[in-house]
């Protein structure tokens, strides 16, 4: 009996949370400029597998993504200013604003790994160093198909899909990291070149880790407010 009233007592905050969430205004606008903030992410994250892939001129490169950078610093910035006024926003403004500080460090080591790339005066870049790069494309991508799917009722298998598989994304750079590293210190003879590439290695693997991270928040978000 005890059994039974702790399990209707749970259905039903369940359902009166989810009544909550329908009452709520549903906060449109922070949803675009979240798939907004997301979709730079992915596009300096693919201009970083594009750098690594062509290192013919750098430069021009690791301007566009600069720029990237400071567009998603004017997104974040629009994003905290549409969340100020709302009363009741979709999610709680300080797990949102955590979010977004998430993404955030997507793009700004994006800009890092491009930076050092470029500083370092790489003339070619390993497959491993390309691989990590296409590996933090993928998982931004996911990213942001989740964020899509956060913006809509009812989703909450879907979300949690996503993020696994940004988890699976990384657990796959971290196998990457390990080989490539084995064969730096194997292979490499030159200790500056040595030096240069662990760095960005650290850098490129690190971007999913930042991907890993927003996942997990976007993950918890719709577990325990979820619809």
């Known amino acids: 009996m005890g059994a039974f009233f702790v399990a209707e007592r749970r259905q039903g905050a369940s359902r009166w949370r989810a009544l909550l969430r329908r009452l709520r205004p549903r906060g449109a606008r922070l949803f675009e400029l979240l798939d907004r903030h997301a979709q730079l992410c992915t596009e300096s994250l693919r201009a970083t597998a594009k ?13 566009e993504i600069e720029a ?9 910035e629009e994003f905290s200013a549409a969340l100020l006024p709302i009363w009741m926003p979709p999610y709680p403004a300080p797990l ?25 005066n790489l ?8 691989r990590l790069a296409e590996l933090a494309v993928t998982g931004s991508e996911k990213l942001q198909q989740a964020l899509r799917a956060l913006a809509q009722h009812d989703r909450t298998p879907t979300v949690a899909a996503l993020c696994r598989e940004v988890d699976r994304l990384e657990a796959q750079a971290d196998h990457v990291m390990r080989s490539a590293m084995a064969r730096l210190f194997r292979e490499e003879k030159d200790a500056v ?8 290695y650290e850098l490129l693997e ?6 890993k991270d927003a996942a997990h928040r976007i993950e918890s978000l719709v577990m325990k407010y979820g619809g």
Do not use: F, N, W
Not at 51 to 63: N, W, Y
Not at 123 to 130: C, F, S
């Open 96 to 120: 949102l604003l955590e979010l977004v500080a998430d993404m955030d460090d997507i793009i700004d080591l994006a800009e890092d790994a491009a930076q050092s790339v470029h500083l370092y």
């Open 193 to 200: 070149q040595l030096v240069k590439l662990k760095a960005v």
């Open 206 to 211: 690190g971007l999913t880790d930042c991907c």
């Open 123 to 130: 003339t070619e870049a390993p497959a491993e160093a390309l």
């Open 51 to 63: 750098l690594l892939g062509d290192l013919s001129d750098p430069d021009r490169r690791v301007r």
């Open 68 to 76: 990237m950078e400071k567009r998603a610093d004017a997104v974040a």
